[in-house]
């Protein structure tokens, strides 16, 4: 529900967007907090709970990995395109503002992962962090539970894969570099705009294009593999970036980039376009379009095989643009095969550190 018709000040929803699994559904009206920096009426909520499972299988063709984790739900970055924010309606929020607002905090989070990976029937394999929500977003600077699962798993020696868009994971670059040397752990950084306004406008608590190239450059000297993930192209909008974004990541050090083309599925539809109409009034009709186009005629799109890159001619284009300048300035790189052959299961080890 709108706010007086204004955006949030600091958020990437404009306001609250229907619980698909609700009758009843929940707003404001009116709010007369003008000219506020942030929005001091709807802070930011962390709930503390405690999951009976932290690894999920994840079943995606479309996807490099097969188990992920993830410390937290919901996430404070804000991005208005997020496919992860329909997860908040099954704890009876709203993909709205409330995936921005409330942010579930999963303090078990390591001791579970401890017990994942001692049961007997676990074998060593790749674990994503995250997957959905940012791993590093920003209360992890004081929670640290992301820094508590990579402890869990350099314990164990298994291997893992990171995707986040806040330089915060330079905090861990100790331990990361600790499980480069063993051939454990790729970190992917998302970069999806090099022009500070849209980035402001589109991910609002994200780290600056700025911090990213610089975050991907400390973890190269570090000797920790970067993948650049150009995530997502949106047509219209920065899809003309999509070489200087590569070249710039390239520069940095990143051994490979990958890319996904916008898609918008659920209640993120509502959000990106309401963002969209509000921010760049000019270009939302071209944006629709271009994006409905490379994917078969709606915004949404769940098929395997072509939800992540789309079909036709829009899409073709920004494929074959991203093939020309990938080859261009990544040419004889690659990500080294991670190895999950000295994995160990514990005695209590790490148990100890959490009681």
């Known amino acids: 529900m709108a706010i007086d018709g204004k955006p949030v000040k600091g958020r990437g929803a404009a306001g609250q967007v229907a619980n698909r699994f609700q009758e009843r559904q929940y707003g404001v009206l009116?709010?007369?907090?003008?000219?506020?920096?942030?929005?001091?009426?709807?802070?930011?909520?962390?709930?503390?709970?405690?999951?009976?499972?932290?690894?999920?299988?994840?079943?995606?063709?479309?996807?490099?990995?097969?188990?992920s984790m993830n410390p937290y739900q919901g996430c404070e970055h804000g991005c208005s395109y997020c496919y992860a924010r329909p997860t908040h309606e099954y704890w009876g929020y709203s993909a709205g503002l409330d995936f921005e607002q409330v942010v579930l905090v999963k303090r078990n989070a390591a001791r579970l992962l401890e017990k994942e990976l001692n049961a007997p029937?676990?074998?060593?394999?790749?674990?994503?962090?995250s997957g959905a929500t940012d791993p590093y977003q920003p209360i992890e600077r004081t929670e640290g539970l992301t820094r508590k699962l990579l402890e869990v798993l350099y314990e164990h020696r298994n291997p893992a894969g990171i995707i986040t868009k806040n330089a915060l994971v330079l905090r861990d670059i100790d331990i990361l570099a600790e499980m480069a040397r063993e051939r454990l752990v790729t970190v992917a950084?998302?970069?999806t705009t090099l022009n500070e306004d849209l980035r402001r406008a589109m991910e609002p608590r994200t780290s600056t294009s700025t911090n990213r190239l610089r975050a991907i450059r400390s973890l190269t000297e570090a000797g920790i593999p970067v993948r650049a993930m150009i995530a997502p192209v949106i047509p219209a909008l920065n899809e003309s970036e999509l070489p200087r974004l590569l070249k710039a990541t390239a520069d940095a050090g990143a051994l490979v980039a990958g890319y996904s083309v916008l898609r918008v599925n659920g209640a993120v539809k509502d959000v990106f376009e309401r963002w969209l109409r509000e921010h760049y009034p000019e270009r939302a009709a071209k944006v629709i379009t271009q994006t409905t186009s490379a994917h078969g005629g709606a915004m949404n799109d769940s098929r395997f095989g072509t939800r992540m890159r789309g079909e036709g001619a829009f899409a073709d284009n920004i494929g074959r643009v991203f093939r020309i300048f990938h080859q261009r300035y990544f040419a004889g790189r690659s990500i080294p095969e991670m190895d999950g052959s000295r994995f160990r299961r514990t005695a209590g080890g790490q148990l100890d550190l959490f009681t």
């Not at 802070?43 to 063709?61: D, G, H, K, L, M």
């Not at 029937?121 to 962090?129: A, L, N, S």
């Open 30 to 67: 009116h709010w007369e907090g003008i000219d506020e920096p942030e929005d001091p009426h709807h802070p930011t909520r962390y709930i503390a709970t405690f999951p009976r499972t932290i690894v999920n299988r994840v079943a995606s063709p479309d996807l490099p990995f097969d188990r």
């Open 121 to 129: 029937t676990w074998r060593p394999m790749p674990i994503m962090i």
């Open 189 to 191: 950084i998302s970069l």
